[in-house]
């Protein structure tokens, strides 16, 4: 009997046609958490940049602080006796230059200003962004460190984006006597799931499987559950007063999430805290959107609760 050659390829190529959909599945999902991956890693890259002297019209000098992430590094500028100082927050991939407007024009008003880069950003330390925790270190140690140098002034601070979510994450040694609280995020959840979304635009709804994808890396790359990174929980539990800002057409934080903020802030106080969406404003730089309405609206804010005298 002759012998016949075997097959040269191999017996399972000839798949069932469900087989080859599920091999194509298979490798579509392999790719999607790479992509994943490797953007988790992008975006928890540090932000860092050259800043240098500050401007001569702000008249500040450059300060140094230690804290257990590393130290954190800024401008410091006193002002006037009796009329209070304000820590300045920058938001994501920033530094504290973007907070140099709101910084000038408070000094007009007489306040103390420390401009300050969150960890992992401008020339502070700092080896990962944490969306919060970390940071917080940095931030709990800025405010105490302005509180020490002013002890007979009241201290307020003005956080955006991030930097609020950052100092509502903070283990603070001593509150501050007021707070601005401009886009901050209610969730970690949300604030991944609203950027996706907007980035996919028509494909949105595939966000249901991206955002997963994203926040699982959390306790492997950073050894912190996201579930748990919830400012507005910690917001809920405060009873100085607050002010929370955002724009009615930000998509990153949306109206309805900034209201759920402005609900948490109310929940410790016996009277209801300001609230103020900003017509026509995105995730944007609110100061410089509006920069008129901001300065009555949120500088009102502030000196009511920071004049000593």
Same mark, same amino acid.
């Given at each position: 009997?002759?012998?016949?050659?075997?097959?040269? #390829?191999?017996?399972?190529?000839?798949?069932?046609?469900?087989? =080859?959909?599920?091999?194509?599945?298979?490798?579509?999902?392999?790719g999607g958490?790479?992509?994943?991956?490797?953007?988790?890693? =992008? &975006?928890?890259?540090?932000?860092?940049?050259? @800043?240098?002297?500050?401007?001569?019209? $702000?008249?500040?000098?450059?300060?140094? @602080?230690?804290?257990?992430?590393?130290?954190?590094?800024?401008?410091?500028?006193?002002?006037?006796?009796?009329?209070?100082?304000? *820590?300045? *927050?920058?938001?994501?991939?920033?530094?504290?230059?973007? !907070?140099?407007?709101?910084a000038l024009?408070?000094?007009? !008003?007489?306040?103390?200003? $420390?401009?300050?880069? *969150?960890?992992?950003?401008?020339?502070?330390?700092?080896?990962?962004?944490?969306?919060?925790?970390?940071?917080? %270190?940095?931030?709990?140690?800025?405010? #105490?460190?302005?509180?020490?140098?002013?002890?007979?002034?009241?201290?307020?601070? @003005?956080?955006?984006?991030?930097?609020?979510?950052?100092? &509502?994450?903070?283990? %603070?040694?001593?509150?501050?006597?007021?707070?601005? $609280?401009?886009?901050?995020?209610?969730?970690?959840?949300?604030?991944?799931?609203?950027?996706?979304?907007?980035?996919?635009?028509? $494909?949105?709804?595939?966000?249901? @499987?991206?955002?997963?994808?994203?926040?699982?890396?959390?306790?492997?790359?950073?050894? &912190?559950?996201?579930?748990?990174?919830?400012?507005?929980?910690l917001l809920?539990?405060? +009873? *100085?007063?607050?002010?929370? &800002?955002?724009?009615?057409?930000?998509?990153?934080?949306?109206?309805?999430? +900034?209201?759920?903020?402005?609900?948490?802030?109310?929940?410790?106080?016996?009277?209801?805290?300001?609230?103020?969406?900003?017509?026509?404003?995105?995730?944007?730089?609110?100061?410089?959107?509006?920069?008129?309405?901001?300065?009555?609206?949120?500088?009102?804010? %502030?000196?009511?609760?920071?004049?000593?005298?």
């Open positions: 009997m002759a012998m016949r050659d075997l097959p040269l #390829t191999p017996l399972f190529f000839p798949l069932h046609p469900l087989g =080859w959909v599920a091999a194509a599945m298979a490798l579509l999902c392999l958490v790479a992509v994943a991956w490797l953007l988790a890693g =992008w &975006l928890a890259q540090p932000h860092r940049q050259h @800043i240098g002297a500050a401007p001569p019209e $702000l008249g500040a000098v450059a300060v140094e @602080i230690a804290s257990a992430d590393g130290a954190v590094r800024g401008w410091y500028a006193p002002g006037e006796p009796g009329r209070g100082a304000v *820590l300045l *927050l920058h938001g994501i991939r920033s530094d504290r230059r973007a !907070m140099l407007p709101r024009a408070l000094q007009r !008003m007489g306040h103390g200003v $420390l401009l300050m880069d *969150l960890p992992a950003h401008g020339e502070s330390d700092g080896g990962m962004l944490s969306f919060g925790p970390r940071e917080g %270190l940095g931030v709990a140690q800025a405010l #105490t460190w302005l509180q020490e140098q002013l002890p007979a002034e009241k201290v307020a601070v @003005i956080g955006v984006s991030l930097g609020g979510a950052s100092l &509502l994450m903070a283990e %603070l040694p001593q509150s501050p006597d007021a707070v601005v $609280l401009e886009g901050v995020f209610p969730t970690l959840r949300a604030a991944v799931d609203n950027r996706v979304r907007a980035v996919l635009g028509p $494909l949105a709804p595939l966000a249901r @499987i991206a955002t997963p994808l994203l926040l699982w890396q959390m306790p492997l790359r950073l050894g &912190l559950e996201p579930n748990k990174l919830r400012p507005i929980d809920a539990s405060w +009873t *100085l007063p607050v002010m929370v &800002l955002g724009g009615t057409e930000d998509r990153y934080t949306p109206p309805a999430e +900034t209201r759920q903020m402005a609900e948490a802030a109310n929940q410790a106080r016996r009277s209801p805290q300001p609230l103020w969406l900003v017509p026509g404003a995105a995730h944007v730089d609110l100061h410089q959107f509006a920069p008129q309405a901001y300065e009555e609206q949120v500088f009102g804010f %502030l000196q009511a609760h920071l004049h000593t005298r």
